[in-house]
């Protein structure tokens, strides 16, 4: 028996312009903070960088043909600002004729283009300016995303802000492990205000320009918390891990601004709240049409019996509580598969904010695949896949407004800090030959389409 989603369900697969396009100098392309942090020894494994990527900059055509020849109706990419703006501010028209030819050849295809305009890859002369810790930076991205509405807007109606905010303020200035790899909590909370300020005026600009149909997203990537124990100790370990991870992009853009036991929880950095000025928060509530909804994994929370001690939790600021390790099946990354955390995500984010609509903007699973003559058989990849997709139908069985799932993702690519070593593509990429081969995942992928169900 089928079990059926909803007509006009989305489905598509999912890319970001850094961990694909390679080709980093053409066209006039400025240096993005990847491209520093790359360069830069010790930083990402094996010393691998997105100069080549998937060659995706010169084969985005061979790769839209790969889309079409497995029915997927629709296709997220990012675009890259320092192809656009080399500098941050002023427009390469080379850089931005990239994207009208990708966009063009996705609409010849019948394939419907989901924008993203960014996907962590700030331009190198604005991180010299301060990076997203300097609040400059929210009026230059809405000047940006403009200038690409204005160039596109006739032709893309879906358009994602930013992704991942979370990853991009804390992971990028708190714990330093991605670009421009700073280690500043302080920092980091302030770039993550700005990045939704900037999200906020890009909201504003894209809506100003008008256009039919358009609709304006961000994505934010969540984590449930689950706890062995169920004591005060324990709830209150996890609600700061949950309200840092999960509320803090959240709330604010649903008009609620930070939680305020949260502000507690992070007062002792003493940045946050001053970096709120007023009209903030109007600025950040835009309506949104979407929200893109990224889960991976859940996270194990303990609380510690001295506030003070060491903690391996990555997120800035958080004190008295830790992180623990994943259990059961892994992905090679490490990542734990719980599907039915994915289930209860949007079940809560459904109850959380119930006039919003979901979409599923990435899930996936990376694997150590291999290809044996000609084929690649991902079966864990395949049981990922059916197990997740399964829970996300099981949500909307229980009332969950969810219009869509992309998958993460259509290629094996960069990624980040990992280098080329995980592979979460529905296609395999030769990294040396640029040779593409159709995974078992991908067939896998291509029926559940044609079905519209499982
Ligand atoms: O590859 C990343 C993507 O860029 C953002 N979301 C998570 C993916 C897997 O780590």
């Given at each position: 028996m089928t079990r059926e989603f909803p007509a006009g369900f989305r489905w598509g697969t999912a890319t970001a312009a850094y961990q694909v396009e390679g080709s980093t100098t053409a066209d006039g392309r400025g240096p993005s903070i990847w491209d520093t942090f790359a360069a830069q020894p010790g930083r990402v494994l094996d010393g691998a960088?997105?100069?080549?990527?998937?060659?995706h900059y010169l084969r985005y055509a061979e790769d839209i043909g790969l889309l079409n020849e497995l029915g997927i109706p629709h296709y997220r990419f990012s675009v890259a600002w320092s192809r656009v703006m080399p500098d941050g501010r002023t427009i390469e028209p080379r850089g931005l004729a990239f994207y009208d030819r990708l966009v063009d050849k996705l609409l010849e295809r019948g394939i419907t283009p989901m924008l993203t305009?960014?996907?962590?890859?700030?331009p190198q002369a604005l991180q010299d300016a301060g990076g997203w810790p300097n609040r400059d930076l929210a009026g230059y991205f809405a000047d940006y995303a403009q200038t690409v509405h204005k160039a596109l807007g006739d032709r893309v109606r879906q358009w994602t802000t930013i992704n991942e905010p979370f990853c991009a303020a804390f992971i990028g200035?708190?714990?330093?492990?991605?670009?421009?790899?700073i280690q500043d909590e302080g920092a980091a909370l302030v770039a993550a205000h700005n990045l939704l300020l900037a999200h906020g005026h890009a909201t504003r600009a894209i809506r100003a320009n008008g256009g039919d149909g358009q609709e304006v997203s961000i994505v934010l990537n969540f984590s449930p918390v689950l706890t062995d124990v169920d004591d005060s100790a324990h709830r209150e370990a996890a609600r700061k891990f949950d309200f840092l991870h999960n509320r803090f992009f959240l709330d604010p853009l649903l008009g609620?601004?930070?939680?305020a036991a949260l502000l507690e929880d992070l007062a002792h950095l003493g940045t946050l709240e001053p970096a709120i000025a007023d009209g903030d928060l109007d600025l950040i509530a835009q309506p949104l049409d979407l929200l893109g909804v990224n889960y991976y994994a859940p996270t194990r929370a303990v609380p510690l019996d001295a506030p003070e001690a060491d903690s391996n939790c990555p997120l800035p600021g958080l004190r008295g509580m830790d992180v623990q390790p994943p259990r059961g099946d892994v992905t090679s990354f490490g990542w734990e598969q719980r599907p039915e955390s994915f289930t209860d995500l949007l079940l809560w984010l459904h109850e959380h904010c119930p006039e919003l609509p979901l979409v599923v903007a990435e899930n996936g699973a990376a694997f150590a695949d291999e290809v044996v003559d000609g084929r690649v058989h991902d079966e864990k990849r395949v049981r990922y896949f059916a197990e997740h997709i399964g829970a996300v139908h099981d949500a909307i069985e229980r009332g969950a407004d969810v219009r869509g799932y992309l998958a993460w993702s259509l290629l094996d690519n960069f990624e980040w800090a990992r280098g080329y070593t995980q592979r979460f593509g529905i296609v395999h990429v030769d990294f040396e030959t640029q040779e593409r081969v159709l995974k078992d995942s991908a067939r896998f992928f291509a029926d559940v389409v044609a079905r519209n169900g499982l």
């Amino acid at each position: 028996m089928t079990r059926e989603f909803p007509a006009g369900f989305r489905w598509g697969t999912a890319t970001a312009a850094y961990q694909v396009e390679g080709s980093t100098t053409a066209d006039g392309r400025g240096p993005s903070i990847w491209d520093t942090f790359a360069a830069q020894p010790g930083r990402v494994l094996d010393g691998a960088t997105g100069e080549r990527a998937c060659e995706h900059y010169l084969r985005y055509a061979e790769d839209i043909g790969l889309l079409n020849e497995l029915g997927i109706p629709h296709y997220r990419f990012s675009v890259a600002w320092s192809r656009v703006m080399p500098d941050g501010r002023t427009i390469e028209p080379r850089g931005l004729a990239f994207y009208d030819r990708l966009v063009d050849k996705l609409l010849e295809r019948g394939i419907t283009p989901m924008l993203t305009l960014y996907h962590w890859d700030l331009p190198q002369a604005l991180q010299d300016a301060g990076g997203w810790p300097n609040r400059d930076l929210a009026g230059y991205f809405a000047d940006y995303a403009q200038t690409v509405h204005k160039a596109l807007g006739d032709r893309v109606r879906q358009w994602t802000t930013i992704n991942e905010p979370f990853c991009a303020a804390f992971i990028g200035y708190g714990n330093g492990d991605h670009a421009p790899g700073i280690q500043d909590e302080g920092a980091a909370l302030v770039a993550a205000h700005n990045l939704l300020l900037a999200h906020g005026h890009a909201t504003r600009a894209i809506r100003a320009n008008g256009g039919d149909g358009q609709e304006v997203s961000i994505v934010l990537n969540f984590s449930p918390v689950l706890t062995d124990v169920d004591d005060s100790a324990h709830r209150e370990a996890a609600r700061k891990f949950d309200f840092l991870h999960n509320r803090f992009f959240l709330d604010p853009l649903l008009g609620r601004g930070y939680p305020a036991a949260l502000l507690e929880d992070l007062a002792h950095l003493g940045t946050l709240e001053p970096a709120i000025a007023d009209g903030d928060l109007d600025l950040i509530a835009q309506p949104l049409d979407l929200l893109g909804v990224n889960y991976y994994a859940p996270t194990r929370a303990v609380p510690l019996d001295a506030p003070e001690a060491d903690s391996n939790c990555p997120l800035p600021g958080l004190r008295g509580m830790d992180v623990q390790p994943p259990r059961g099946d892994v992905t090679s990354f490490g990542w734990e598969q719980r599907p039915e955390s994915f289930t209860d995500l949007l079940l809560w984010l459904h109850e959380h904010c119930p006039e919003l609509p979901l979409v599923v903007a990435e899930n996936g699973a990376a694997f150590a695949d291999e290809v044996v003559d000609g084929r690649v058989h991902d079966e864990k990849r395949v049981r990922y896949f059916a197990e997740h997709i399964g829970a996300v139908h099981d949500a909307i069985e229980r009332g969950a407004d969810v219009r869509g799932y992309l998958a993460w993702s259509l290629l094996d690519n960069f990624e980040w800090a990992r280098g080329y070593t995980q592979r979460f593509g529905i296609v395999h990429v030769d990294f040396e030959t640029q040779e593409r081969v159709l995974k078992d995942s991908a067939r896998f992928f291509a029926d559940v389409v044609a079905r519209n169900g499982l």
